[in-house]
């Protein structure tokens, strides 16, 4: 009998639990934990395997009956601008981000709140403290970095915090771990103009992949994901190109 390696990740499964997605589902996941000086390469791995990370943890959906939840990554040599997101980056010329380390700040927490207060009110991070929500940003094994978006003051000095993004640096390419950004500010699609910023930083590293999480068919908070293509989507059989 073949023996694993005193290092291989075990794995764990959740309870079922309401499904955040699709009313009337059960989801399920599988996890592992991402600690030590082997989690980046393990991130590396298992994020090309269709995991997601959350702090120390990586899981993905390991639901019984349902395959809706689909890992998506753009291709970043092949991906171009459509008209509607040539528009989107011209609104937001006068934005400057900075990828700082990950460290949580107050600042960042009130737009946290005001983003989850508005788009994800009846979800599970409604209730989170500035502690939870450092542990979010700051509780990682893995090269990880929190870029800020801002836009400039009338009166000078630093620009206004407009949007968040904590991503990962993998080896080949970046992954969009969680990002938020002012509800206020719907006019300037900030959202997907942080997907066109990360593309650009994916491209100007060399590398192949964005990584965009899951994409959930049927789910309004999962549309828009599959406006940028081409991109890749993960099945049974492994990536295939979509668009």
């Not at 009313?23 to 980046?40: D, M, S, Y």
């Not at 006068?94 to 207060?117: N, S």
């Amino acid at each position: 009998m073949t023996r694993e390696p005193r290092d291989a990740p075990q794995f764990y499964l959740t309870s079922p639990a309401p499904c955040p997605y699709l009313p009337g589902r059960e989801e399920r996941k599988v996890f592992t934990h991402l600690i030590g000086r082997r989690a980046p390469a393990l991130n590396d791995t298992l994020t090309q395997s269709g995991f997601r990370r959350s702090q120390t943890i990586a899981y993905r959906p390991a639901c019984e009956t349902c395959r809706a939840c689909v890992s998506v990554r753009v291709r970043v040599d092949e991906f171009d601008l459509s008209r509607n997101l040539k528009r989107v980056r011209k609104r937001n010329a006068d934005v400057t981000a900075e990828a700082r380390r990950p460290h949580a700040g107050a600042e960042q927490y009130a737009l946290f709140r005001a983003y989850v207060g508005a788009r994800h009110n009846d979800g599970g991070m409604a209730d989170m403290s500035m502690v939870d929500y450092q542990m979010m940003v700051e509780d990682s094994h893995v090269e990880t970095r929190l870029i800020e978006y801002r836009v400039p003051r009338p009166g000078g000095g630093p620009g206004h915090l407009v949007a968040c993004c904590l991503t990962d640096y993998l080896a080949d390419g970046l992954s969009m771990v969680y990002s938020f950004y002012d509800p206020n500010r719907d006019e300037r699609s900030l959202g997907a103009f942080m997907i066109i910023d990360h593309v650009e930083r994916v491209r100007r590293a060399g590398l192949p992949h964005l990584y965009l999480g899951y994409w959930v068919e049927g789910s309004r908070k999962m549309d828009y994901k599959a406006r940028f293509l081409p991109q890749e989507r993960l099945g049974m059989d492994g990536w295939k190109r979509v668009g």
